[in-house]
């Protein structure tokens, strides 16, 4: 049965989508069997896997979710998972936005993304999920149906400050809503070592969250070829595996698989 990982932050611009992208690449290339679900009507991560107008598609998360709330069967599996690169990948589309709406009078509304994901979960070993930057009912499903939480945050102040509100969050859902979660970690990302900005701010988390959320040793630096492999809908790690972010998420993915091995109480 898959770990369900959600990369969340309700602040925008802090790599989330290219995270997910690098690190299902990652996984993917250590012979995981990976999905990953785009679950942002910006549909970032469906670009960064070359899925394009994805509008036009017959079948996108919306479409799942819609299923749900109207009570039907939903599909086969075949009809809205897309392949690329050995990655398994449900898209969104534009059309996702309405969903909040739709989820307002919807029965159970907090699990209507988990009724989905529990259909498939035992088909991989990872499923990651890419939630919207905020903190709204799409959201909520996303945290409702992962057992961790990964927080990737740029060392600027607004992000870090941010980080307080999305944890007040999870800690309700924790207590409400799926006892199961648990946070997965932050990641750095964009960071520049040579700024005290960036190492200022590291100092802030690990002060202020480092006690009760693992702050990951690997910090994602900032460099222009992450920019480059996204508009060419491809993981940094594949169009320039010597970058240093694409070894950084390399080292990154260790981290994390290393830990829940550690966690497994293996070695």
């Not at 709330?69 to 690169?85: A, F, G, Q, W």
Request: charged share 25%; glycine share 4%.
């Amino acid at each position: 049965m898959a770990k369900v990982i959600a990369i969340a932050n309700q602040k925008g611009g802090t790599a989330k989508s290219t995270t997910c992208r690098n690190l299902a690449t990652a996984l993917k290339n250590k012979g995981y069997k990976v999905l990953v679900v785009d679950c942002d009507n910006q549909a970032n991560l469906t670009d960064c896997f070359g899925i394009v107008s994805p509008e036009k598609l017959d079948m996108t998360l919306y479409n799942l979710m819609e299923c749900v709330i109207m009570e039907e069967d939903l599909p086969s599996k075949e009809s809205y998972i897309i392949t690329r690169e050995n990655i398994d990948v449900i898209p969104a589309s534009i059309l996702l936005s309405d969903i909040e709406i739709r989820l307002v009078a919807a029965m159970s509304r907090e699990y209507i993304l988990k009724t989905i994901i529990d259909e498939i979960k035992d088909d991989y070993d990872y499923i990651l999920l890419d939630a919207m930057p905020s903190l709204g009912l799409m959201t909520l499903n996303v945290l409702a149906t992962s057992d961790t939480l990964l927080i990737p945050a740029t060392p600027e102040y607004l992000s870090a400050k941010g980080l307080e509100l999305l944890l007040r969050t999870v800690f309700k859902i924790k207590k409400r809503i799926n006892k199961e979660i648990e946070f997965e970690g932050i990641l750095l990302t964009m960071f520049d070592e040579r700024t005290n900005l960036s190492q200022d701010m590291l100092k802030v988390i690990k002060e202020s969250y480092g006690s009760n959320i693992r702050v990951f040793n690997t910090k994602i630096p900032k460099t222009v070829k992450v920019g480059e492999a996204n508009a060419r809908s491809m993981s940094v790690i594949e169009y320039m595996p010597t970058n240093k972010a694409a070894i950084a998420y390399e080292k990154f993915t260790n981290e994390l698989v290393y830990g829940e091995m550690m966690n497994n109480g293996k070695e």
